[in-house]
């Protein structure tokens, strides 16, 4: 029902789009979360965004490189990757949940995913 894409290799410094789009239903009325999860590692919220308001999220090893966004018109959620790092290398996810929520903190608006895309591989490295 979620289907992200955007698989890649980039060299450090270098930028990627990842989408995310619902065959199923319309996400305008979802929170969007994006994870990744890095070989050996726990897997990260990175960044989220509500349904409500739009308001995006970040988590600290992201901000200011990362960049959420939906566009309701196509039924999809982008994650814009700049700058990337040889650590930003993992499996990216995306994830939704139904909700009309407007979230304070990022951990509210990633935990209590409901609908998990398969994952898409982002690779950093020279």
């Known amino acids: 029902q979620l289907q992200a894409s955007g698989v890649g290799l980039v060299q450090p410094g270098g930028s990627l789009r990842l989408s995310c789009a619902a065959s199923r239903f319309a996400l305008n009325s979802y929170a969007i979360g994006w994870f990744r999860q890095a070989p050996g590692k726990e897997r990260e919220g990175v960044s989220c965004i509500n349904s409500s308001d739009n308001k995006t999220y970040y988590s600290d090893s992201v901000k200011g490189r990362f960049t959420i966004s939906r566009d309701n018109a196509k039924n999809t959620v982008y994650l814009q990757l700049n700058n990337l790092k040889p650590e930003d290398t993992a499996v990216y996810y995306c994830?939704?949940?139904?909700?009309?929520?407007?979230?304070?903190?990022?951990?509210?608006?990633?935990?209590?995913?409901?609908?998990w895309g398969k994952g898409t591989q982002v690779t950093v490295s020279s």
């Open positions: 994830a939704a949940k139904y909700t009309i929520v407007t979230y304070s903190t990022p951990d509210e608006c990633l935990n209590g995913m409901d609908y």
